[in-house]
């Protein structure tokens, strides 16, 4: 499995504190499966994200723990005034693997009504943005079909694992089953901090989704998907069939 959503770079943000810690959650995640991780720490008001520190931060934990797992460079950037002008800018700079995928986050508190003028701005800038962990927005969770219409424009959606699992509470578990039954999650991810309370393991979501929806879906969005965004290449797509109601119920089952 492809984790394309963590934060295990010691010391940049609100993730790994110390090396030890981040060295803990790679091996963590290698025995749950992991085979490649992206480092993507929060590029936002609080956290300064500096590519050179990030690029070093990485080679210094892939030098400690060999391949396993392999450690990619990203970030997960929130959406300002400021970061959209540096992304048009330099569009590469905080993409995966400098490959044009790009992890962004809303806030909480407000999404623009020109969301889909500035998404678009960056397609056509060749960026391809990610909206990261949008069942945990409460904005975004209420505005499904705007999120449909931000994939048609181009979007693909990322959905923390903890998420579909209930961790998150229910209001994020719901939101997140409604995303994955109209066919607009790309990927699942740990969007790991550390290893007690926000792990970077993907085993038990894949177990999850192989039973509750289908083998194909779970490689979809935990493999095949991933590798795209490493290779820079396009995402596939493909029917998601629901087999099993969750723990919860609302309308759409």
């Known amino acids: 499995m492809i984790d394309i959503h963590t934060h295990i770079l010691p010391g940049l943000d609100d993730g790994a504190r110390h090396r030890e ?16 991780m992206v480092a993507s720490s929060h590029a936002n008001l609080e956290f300064a994200f500096d590519p050179q520190v990030a690029e070093e931060r990485i080679a210094g934990l892939q030098g400690a723990v060999g391949n396993a797992p392999r450690i990619h460079y990203g970030c997960e950037l929130h959406l300002t005034p400021e970061s959209i002008a540096d992304v048009l800018r330099f569009p590469q700079k905080y993409s995966i693997g400098h490959r044009g995928y790009l992890l962004l986050e809303f806030s909480d508190f407000l999404v623009p009504k ?34 449909e219409a931000w994939v048609g424009q181009g979007c693909a959606m990322q959905v923390t694992a903890q998420s579909l699992l209930g961790r998150f509470g229910k209001a994020a578990a719901v939101a997140s089953h409604e995303l994955m039954a109209r066919g607009l999650v790309h990927f699942l991810a740990s969007d790991a901090h550390d290893c007690e309370h926000r792990p970077p393991v993907l085993d038990q979501v894949r177990r999850y989704v192989e039973e509750a929806f289908d083998p194909e879906t779970a490689d979809r969005l935990l493999r095949e998907n991933p590798q795209a965004v490493l290779d820079g290449a396009p995402l596939a797509t493909g029917p998601v069939h629901v087999r099993k109601r969750p723990w919860f119920s609302f309308s759409l089952w």
């Open 21 to 36: 810690e981040a060295l803990a959650m790679l091996r963590m995640a290698a025995a749950a499966g992991t085979t490649d």
């Open 114 to 147: 020109t969301s889909s003028e500035i998404l678009g701005r960056m397609i056509a800038r060749g960026v391809h943005p990610i909206i990261a962990h949008p069942e945990r927005n409460p904005i975004l969770r209420k505005r499904m079909p705007e999120l």
